[in-house]
């Protein structure tokens, strides 16, 4: 019998992977920005607070998390004790890097009255220091929940952190990290797009840098802006995030043209995120044929990072 490294790989993936999704009893979770094929064959597509309280209500005995590695860290933490599946470990990403927790945790000692709200993208170790986490769609909502005179510290995101404390003329320190995704799109090649499709509406997510969201007709999370798209009554539209939701904007608004904002590079595919796209199929079909690789986590962090999760969803 040939090993399961050299098992070849069945010509049909995409049966292959629900044969094996019903034999473990598995659930697929997809965010927005993996390719078309893992979303279609997902049982759940989302940003990151709807794959949350996906990954809380599930009763599959297993989790396959088509991410990044801290979105398959918070299924763990939610899910104790289902296994949790990520088709590559390696998938990471540039923000949650951007915030090591003992540099925060420095940061917070230095201003101990201040409360911690850090965005979802980020580590279980930082979760662990935070007071409670947001995501884009209810950053908002969590910030208004401290009292008005309560300082606050933002992480990891100052784009979004900034966006939030603008709109609500709230200070706060913001952590100094971004994402490597929404921080290369062309500020020039927006203006260029709006003047060449009068009419078009610039959809934008928070991520992005202030000058290019000052100039946006909507700003919000990934699936408010699938939500805006299909609802508005503009016909084209520019689309200035991850160009994997344009497959579910496509599919809710087929009548629309979207228009993908290109980065500063236009030689390159720099406004998709490299480790969403780490993956694939292939990769789905040999996570759930070999059962890994498996998120694993430490009963203490989990609980330390816990705690702030669930301060997010106790507010609905």
């Not at 019998?1 to 009893?25: C, E, H, V, W």
């Not at 935070?130 to 784009?159: G, H």
């Amino acid at each position: 019998m040939p090993s399961p490294d050299t098992q070849p790989l069945p010509i049909d993936l995409l049966g292959a992977i629900d044969a094996l999704r019903k034999q473990r009893n598995a659930v697929i979770l997809a965010h927005y920005y993996q390719e078309p094929d893992i979303q279609d064959i997902a049982d759940y597509i989302g940003d990151s607070l709807q794959l949350a309280r996906a990954a809380q209500k599930t009763t599959a005995d297993v989790i396959l998390f088509c991410g990044v590695h801290f979105m398959a860290e918070t299924a763990k933490i939610l899910n104790p004790t289902r296994t949790v599946l990520i088709p590559d470990m390696a998938a990471g990403c540039s923000l949650a890097d951007a915030c090591p927790a003992p540099l925060l945790a420095r940061m917070k000692a230095k201003n101990p009255d201040h409360k911690v709200v850090s965005y979802i993208n980020c580590s279980a170790a930082v979760k662990a220091i935070s007071d409670i986490i947001c995501t884009s769609s209810n950053a908002e909502r969590v910030v208004a929940s401290f009292p008005a005179d309560q300082p606050l510290i933002f992480a990891p995101d100052r784009n979004l952190g900034g966006y939030i404390a603008k709109k609500m003329n709230r200070p706060m320190l913001l952590w100094p990290g971004t994402c490597m995704v929404h921080e290369t799109f062309s500020e020039r090649r927006m203006i260029e797009l709006k003047l060449k499709n009068p009419g078009s509406r610039i959809v934008a997510h928070p991520e992005c840098e202030p000058s290019l969201l000052e100039k946006a007709d909507f700003i919000g999370s990934t699936s408010a802006l699938l939500d805006f798209v299909v609802k508005d009554p503009a016909t084209t539209f520019i689309v200035a995030t991850e160009p994997g939701i344009l497959h579910q904007m496509q599919k809710s608004a087929p009548s629309k043209l979207l228009i993908p904002l290109p980065g500063i590079d236009e030689t390159c595919a720099c406004n998709e995120c490299p480790h969403m796209k780490r993956n694939t199929l292939e990769k789905m079909y040999l996570a759930l044929r070999d059962m890994q690789p498996e998120l694993l986590m430490g009963e203490e962090l989990r609980l330390a990072a816990k705690k702030p999760l669930d301060a997010m969803l106790a507010l609905g």
